[in-house]
Each structure stands twice: as C-alpha cells, then as structure tokens.
C-alpha cells in the first residue's frame, strides 16, 4: 500500500518562502503523476499544483507564478516551492499522487492516495 508522507509546514511571515515535501514509499511503481492540494477553514480542498510522471508540471490559478512543483524520482519525493507567500494562502497542504496513467492529479477525483496534510500558516 502506497504512504504519501509530507514534510511538516510551519509558520512564516507575508512575502517568505517555505518548501514542502512529499515522500512515497510502499509499492511506488504504482505512482503515477503526483501534485498538491490545499484546504482552508471552512473552504474545500483545492487543487495547487500536480507534475506527471514524466516531470511535467501543472499549476491551478492559485498557484499565482508563486509556487513551483518539482519531482525527484530517484527518492519518490515530489516537492512544492512556495514564495512570496499571502495570509491567504494558510491551509492545510495535501500531497496527493494518482495510480494510473489515465487519472490526473488536478481533481480530487483523480486521486488515489492522500498524505495525511500539513499545515502552512502564513502571518500578516
């Protein structure tokens, strides 16, 4: 059974720079694309970005040019670079990664496995 294990978040100031990390271990050759949701109180889970399994990223409005994904294949670890940070963009951050070719990681339908969220505070 596929983990998806995140690193933890953490607080940082407007305007600062925090990069998460998301490692896969159990059956990773069933890991296909990867990517990153977010959920804000009282919001649903929302799409930030995803990168395929040929390294090919993706991003959501959200994402803003701010945030860059990248994966590291050789360690199952996909990460996502998050600058110039906005109070808004506080939440909890989900890694998420798909098991088929044919299923996309830019809806939480084409999820198959979920980390279990790490939070991001970003302070005024």
């Known amino acids: 059974q596929v983990q998806l294990v995140e690193s933890r978040g953490g607080m940082v100031q407007a305007g600062g720079s925090l990069r998460l990390s998301c490692t896969a271990s159990?059956?990773?050759?069933?890991?296909?694309?990867m990517g990153w949701f977010r959920q804000a109180p009282g919001k649903e889970r929302e799409f930030v970005a995803t990168?395929?399994?040929?390294?090919?990223?993706w991003y959501s409005d959200v994402a803003g040019g701010r945030f860059t994904i990248a994966r590291e294949f050789g360690k199952n670890t996909a990460y996502l670079q998050m600058n110039r940070l906005k109070p808004e963009d506080t939440a909890i951050y989900y890694c998420?990664?798909?098991?088929?070719?044919?299923?996309?990681?830019?809806?939480?339908?084409?999820?198959?496995?979920w980390g279990k969220g790490t939070l991001v505070t970003v302070s005024s």
């Open positions: 159990g059956g990773t050759g069933s890991v296909y694309d």
């Open positions: 998420a990664a798909a098991d088929s070719s044919a299923r996309a990681v830019t809806s939480t339908a084409g999820v198959r496995y």
């Open positions: 990168i395929s399994s040929s390294d090919s990223p």
